[in-house]
């Protein structure tokens, strides 16, 4: 019983506060909503990303990352041109190279696999195609996919296709980076469209490693050379165990800034001992499409790539 | 009326300043009107318990409402223990890391939760003295931090990325000390530290490298003055750059006091210049304090923040910083003593006279004690000091009423009634003083040791014989009347006018009969003895022949007078006067010598002879007569002993 300083009882309005401290303790339940806060939108931590994985339903798991280091994903459209220049950076060791190709498909013959997946379709052969009046060579348009358990390679045409490889001494010709690229198609002797293609400025990539793996706050500082109205993806590899191939892990969209930190967590259980390389592909591209009477369903496609194989500690 | 102006820097954020603001003033000062964060050193007032409880309201899109905290306190004499469980003490951030990632079935922001909290503190203070204290302060932090990470998971026909959470808890205790000095009763500071001691009780990692609250070490330095009184000024500053400043006023109201003040700060990570003011509604009585206060931040609370500047600068406090967002809050204080609050306190008391059973008539008149009181309300009070000494009396002996203003400090008389005069053995008591309003229970006491003569010790003032002479008057009466009657024929027979002078020359021849002159047996304390011991022992010093001869003829109606001569060598004698009842005129019926007699005027105004009687002249009443009378004219009048003071003539009525 509590008492007043008299050693009575307490007074009637004592125990009216008390009860009124009471109400307040059964009202005060409330938890107090948490601060917001955010990062700048110049920030390095603005990200959007997501697994790299095949858009389309024959579970190939190459994803069109081909042989040359070049990212193209299997799509389905009816004419596909793709000009690409590839910067490889292994070690220091840089190689330049450029790739020119047309693939016309004929989306009423698709080809599929024993469990009824779409691999892609068989070709339609045109007369010529010509990049600034080269004219490309026809070459197997040579897929790989998995069959079950088993990697297979199977061809579904032709590939209009020219290599243009350039050695940092002495280069034969120079990819065109922020410039245009004329192509001309003929689809027999006297019909043929013509356009030019507009080629991206070359991206620079550059990775480097900041933070202690120990401490868990290793991150990967991805850097490009940034520049107005830029559209940069870039696709995080690793190569496919006992093997050259690579296999696409993640995609990111670049930034405002050119400037990305990648925390290392979201790649840590994919790096072993037996496999700790990374392909860290920068990809720069502008995109167009033709419809006409030769031409229609395309995907036009002009690419400055940057692959920078790295080593995790 | 108390103006109350703070002054505060620090180098962080300001983690000296309390949800209180600028409420505290000498009028609710008992009790505790500020919390661990700017007081440190816990100097406080609470006489015995308090309960304390906050309630805060804070907006934040919504409101919300959640018990602040719950504080408890008790003194214990000099010692004041503070404990503080405080839920409301904390804060929970949001970070959105503008990460965002595809799932597979949705797309995921990354965030960053941060939780902060002070779960409980506690204070501990000692008053070394009314001027001087010392404390500090313990209090326990709580934080965790949760991070969510993608985690890339992946097979052989599929890629997907999953969200993990990397959790950091670090929990620390931060240890502070502070002194609050008071010069004078208007004029208070405090100086304490800010984290000196900081304990960890888990391991860092990147989290909490960067989000961990701040701890630097710093100082606070706090002014509170008086200059009126009913306005008070505070101010504070802290060491690196904020500070705060603040006044408050009180007024009386119902049966309490209503306090109503504000506090402006600036703090060094906060903007603007003046970062937000704390105003304050205060109002207390005795038995509770309910104080209304809130904190309105100048900037722009409500909008999205960045964290940038988080990362860069941290936060230093839980309770005010950048982030914080303006609050209400109720706090109500009960006082819990289950023991009379002290309106006054009993600072020290002065012991002036040891104890001398037989001088208890002085004791009634003069005070054998001065106790210095201090007035601890805010208004008049009427105070009534009293004692009990151990083995003198049977009960507490109560001195006059003396009057306080408010906060006033005053000297109050304690007088002593001795119910035991009998006391036989001369020792060390204990002496209980105590200063009460009314008539309850003391407000405060000191107990202090006493020296207790017994009933024959004399302070060595001649005038205090004359208490020796009154206490046997039944004796005396007894005796001389026994003598008198032996003579009674005689006395008869003589002239009227003569009949005080033959009285007291038969009692005197009587008396010498049976007396030696004794020495004091002791030399360290004067001895005197009583009339009737006198005439058992047959015998005595000066003191003892004179006190007895001259309670031997006051009982019977005789008027006489101690004549003392100081002796600088420090032996002094006494012998007596004694009054005939003769006019002047009539002096030729005892003696033609005008040397052997003193004209003193009686009470109407009228000259009467005195005679001088050597008590210690044991052969015969003239030879009595003759040295008394001499050695007076010798050192009375020729050596004008009466002029400057060597020879003292002490009535005795």
């Given amino acids: 019983?509590?008492?007043?300083?008299?050693?009575?009882?307490?007074?009637?309005?004592?125990?009216?506060?008390?009860?009124?401290?009471?109400?307040?303790?059964?009202?005060?339940?409330?938890?107090?909503?948490?601060?917001?806060?955010?990062?700048?939108?110049?920030?390095?931590?603005?990200?959007?990303?997501?697994?790299?994985?095949?858009?389309?339903?024959?579970?190939?798991?190459?994803?069109?990352?081909?042989?040359?280091?070049?990212?193209?994903?299997?799509?389905?459209?009816?004419?596909?041109?793709?000009?690409?220049?590839?910067?490889?950076?292994?070690?220091?060791?840089?190689?330049?190279?450029?790739?020119?190709?047309?693939?016309?498909?004929?989306?009423?013959?698709?080809?599929?696999?024993?469990?009824?997946?779409?691999?892609?379709?068989k070709s339609k052969v045109f007369s010529s195609v010509k990049f600034d009046n080269y004219e490309a060579v026809k070459i197997p348009n040579v897929i790989r996919f998995v069959d079950g358990?088993?990697?297979?390679?199977?061809?579904?045409?032709?590939?209009?296709?020219?290599?243009?490889?350039?050695?940092?001494?002495?280069?034969?010709?120079?990819?065109?980076?922020?410039?245009?690229?004329?192509i001309k198609i003929a689809a027999d002797r006297n019909t043929f469209t013509q356009f030019d293609v507009a080629i991206p400025s070359e991206i620079v990539g550059k990775v480097s490693l900041e933070g202690n793996r120990l401490r868990k706050n290793l991150n990967l500082i991805l850097e490009w050379n940034k520049k107005f109205d830029d559209n940069v993806e870039i696709i995080i590899a690793r190569f496919r165990q006992n093997s050259n191939d690579t296999e696409p892990l993640l995609k990111l969209k670049g930034n405002e800034i050119g400037k990305i930190k990648l925390p290392y967590s979201i790649l840590e259980n994919i790096i072993t001992p037996q496999n700790k390389f990374l392909i860290i592909s920068f990809i720069r591209k502008y995109e167009k499409q033709i419809n006409n009477i030769i031409l229609d369903d395309t995907y036009i496609v002009a690419q400055s790539i940057h692959n920078i194989k790295i080593e995790i500690p | 009326?108390?103006?109350?102006?703070?002054?505060?820097?620090?180098?962080?954020?300001?983690?000296?300043?309390?949800?209180?603001?600028?409420?505290?003033?000498?009028?609710?000062?008992?009790?505790?009107?500020?919390?661990?964060?700017?007081?440190?050193?816990?100097?406080?007032?609470?006489?015995?318990?308090?309960?304390?409880?906050?309630?805060?309201?804070?907006?934040?899109?919504?409101?919300?409402s959640s018990i602040y905290s719950i504080s408890i306190s008790k003194r214990i004499n000099s010692h004041y223990f503070y404990v503080r469980y405080s839920p409301g003490i904390s804060q929970q951030f949001i970070i959105k890391s503008g990460m965002n990632i595809q799932l597979p079935d949705s797309v995921a922001q990354l965030k960053t939760k941060l939780n902060y909290e002070e779960k409980f503190g506690m204070g501990y203070a000692f008053n070394f003295s009314q001027f001087f204290s010392l404390g500090f302060s313990l209090r326990y932090f709580s934080q965790e931090f949760t991070e969510e990470k993608p985690v890339l998971f992946y097979t052989d026909s599929v890629n997907y990325i999953s969200v993990k959470d990397e959790i950091a808890k670090s929990n620390f205790w931060v240890g502070d000390i502070g002194l609050t000095f008071l010069p004078h009763p208007d004029f208070m500071i405090s100086i304490f530290s800010n984290n000196l001691f900081l304990s960890e009780e888990s391991k860092q990692n990147y989290l909490t490298d960067i989000y961990?609250?701040?701890?630097?070490?710093?100082?606070?330095?706090?002014?509170?003055?008086?200059?009126?009184?009913?306005?008070?000024?505070?101010?504070?500053?802290?060491?690196?750059?904020?500070?705060?400043?603040?006044?408050?006023?009180?007024?009386?109201?119902?049966?309490?006091?209503?306090?109503?003040?504000?506090?402006?700060?600036?703090?060094?990570?906060?903007?603007?210049?003046?970062?937000?003011?704390?105003?304050?509604?205060?109002?207390?009585?005795?038995?509770?304090s309910i104080t209304l206060s809130g904190v309105k931040y100048f900037s722009n609370r409500s909008k999205v923040q960045s964290i940038d500047d988080m990362i860069k600068y941290g936060i230093h406090s839980i309770s005010n910083n950048s982030y914080s967002n303006d609050k209400?809050?109720?706090?109500?204080?009960?006082?819990?003593?289950?023991?009379r609050e002290k309106q006054i306190k009993l600072i020290d008391v002065d012991i002036k006279d040891d104890i001398y059973p037989t001088l208890n008539d002085i004791f009634i008149h003069k005070p054998f004690a001065i106790g210095k009181v201090v007035n601890l309300t805010n208004k008049i009070i009427e105070v009534r000091p009293s004692c009990l000494i151990q083995k003198v009396n049977d009960e507490i002996v109560y001195s006059p009423n003396v009057k306080l203003l408010p906060y006033d400090?005053?000297?109050?008389?304690?007088?002593?009634?001795?119910?035991?005069?009998?006391?036989?053995?001369?020792?060390?008591?204990?002496?209980?003083?105590f200063v009460s309003v009314d008539d309850l229970e003391p407000d405060d006491k000191i107990q202090k040791p006493i020296l207790i003569n017994d009933k024959n010790s004399w302070d060595g003032s001649v005038s205090n014989l004359v208490y020796f002479v009154r206490s046997d008057f039944e004796f005396s009466s007894k005796y001389s009347k026994n003598i008198l009657q032996s003579f009674k024929n005689y006395l008869d027979t003589i002239n009227y006018e003569l009949l005080i002078f033959?009285?007291?020359?038969?009692?005197?021849?009587?008396?010498?009969?049976?007396?030696?002159?004794?020495?004091?047996?002791?030399?360290?304390?004067?001895?005197?003895?009583?009339?009737?011991?006198?005439?058992?022992?047959?015998?005595?010093?000066?003191?003892?022949?004179?006190?007895?001869?001259?309670?031997?003829?006051?009982?019977?109606?005789?008027?006489?007078?101690?004549?003392?001569?100081?002796?600088?060598?420090?032996?002094?004698?006494?012998?007596?006067?004694?009054?005939?009842?003769?006019?002047?005129?009539?002096?030729?019926?005892?003696?033609n010598n005008d040397s052997k007699i003193v004209i003193r005027k009686n009470t109407d105004g009228k000259d009467e002879i005195w005679i001088p009687i050597e008590t210690t002249c044991l052969k015969d009443f003239d030879t009595a007569w003759n040295l008394a009378a001499e050695k007076f004219n010798k050192e009375a009048i020729?050596?004008?002993?009466?002029?400057?003071g060597k020879v003292t003539i002490i009535d005795i009525y």
Avoid: W
């Avoid at chain 1, 390679?153 to 034969?172: A, E, H, P, S």
């Avoid at chain 2, 058992?536 to 003191?543: A, I, Q």
């Fill in chain 1, 1 to 121: 019983m509590l008492l007043n300083n008299k050693g009575g009882i307490l007074f009637p309005p004592f125990k009216i506060l008390l009860c009124f401290i009471i109400m307040l303790f059964v009202i005060s339940c409330g938890e107090p909503s948490p601060t917001e806060l955010i990062f700048d939108n110049q920030s390095e931590n603005n990200i959007q990303i997501e697994p790299a994985q095949s858009d389309n339903d024959a579970n190939l798991n190459s994803s069109g990352y081909d042989t040359t280091g070049v990212v193209n994903p299997f799509l389905s459209k009816s004419t596909i041109i793709n000009i690409t220049g590839v910067r490889n950076t292994n070690y220091g060791m840089i190689q330049s190279e450029g790739y020119y190709y047309a693939i016309f498909n004929d989306k009423t013959k698709p080809i599929k696999i024993k469990n009824g997946k779409l691999i892609g379709y």
């Fill in chain 2, 328 to 339: 209400v809050f109720l706090t109500i204080n009960f006082s819990l003593s289950l023991t």
């Fill in chain 2, 212 to 288: 961990s609250l701040k701890r630097n070490k710093g100082i606070t330095t706090k002014l509170f003055i008086s200059p009126f009184e009913q306005f008070n000024i505070s101010a504070g500053y802290e060491t690196y750059g904020s500070y705060y400043t603040g006044f408050n006023f009180s007024t009386k109201l119902f049966r309490g006091f209503l306090t109503i003040g504000s506090l402006i700060f600036h703090d060094r990570y906060q903007k603007p210049f003046i970062a937000g003011f704390i105003p304050s509604l205060n109002y207390s009585t005795n038995f509770f």
């Fill in chain 2, 1 to 64: 009326m108390i103006l109350s102006f703070t002054f505060t820097k620090s180098a962080y954020c300001q983690i000296s300043l309390d949800y209180f603001g600028n409420a505290y003033s000498k009028f609710n000062s008992r009790f505790r009107l500020n919390s661990l964060e700017s007081n440190i050193s816990n100097y406080n007032l609470t006489n015995d318990m308090e309960l304390a409880t906050t309630f805060s309201s804070e907006y934040n899109g919504g409101l919300n």
């Fill in chain 2, 638 to 644: 020729e050596e004008y002993g009466l002029s400057n």
């Fill in chain 1, 149 to 182: 358990m088993m990697v297979r390679d199977t061809v579904l045409g032709i590939k209009y296709f020219i290599k243009q490889r350039m050695m940092q001494n002495g280069q034969m010709h120079s990819f065109p980076f922020s410039s245009k690229v004329n």
């Fill in chain 2, 409 to 433: 400090t005053v000297e109050v008389p304690y007088y002593i009634f001795i119910n035991n005069s009998l006391i036989t053995k001369r020792e060390i008591s204990q002496a209980e003083f």
């Fill in chain 2, 502 to 591: 033959n009285q007291v020359k038969i009692l005197f021849e009587n008396f010498i009969k049976e007396m030696n002159y004794v020495a004091d047996p002791r030399a360290s304390v004067e001895h005197v003895q009583f009339p009737n011991e006198t005439i058992k022992l047959k015998g005595g010093d000066c003191d003892d022949l004179s006190v007895c001869f001259a309670s031997l003829l006051e009982s019977i109606g005789i008027q006489t007078a101690f004549v003392d001569y100081k002796n600088p060598d420090g032996i002094s004698h006494v012998n007596l006067l004694i009054n005939t009842n003769l006019s002047p005129s009539r002096m030729n019926l005892i003696t």
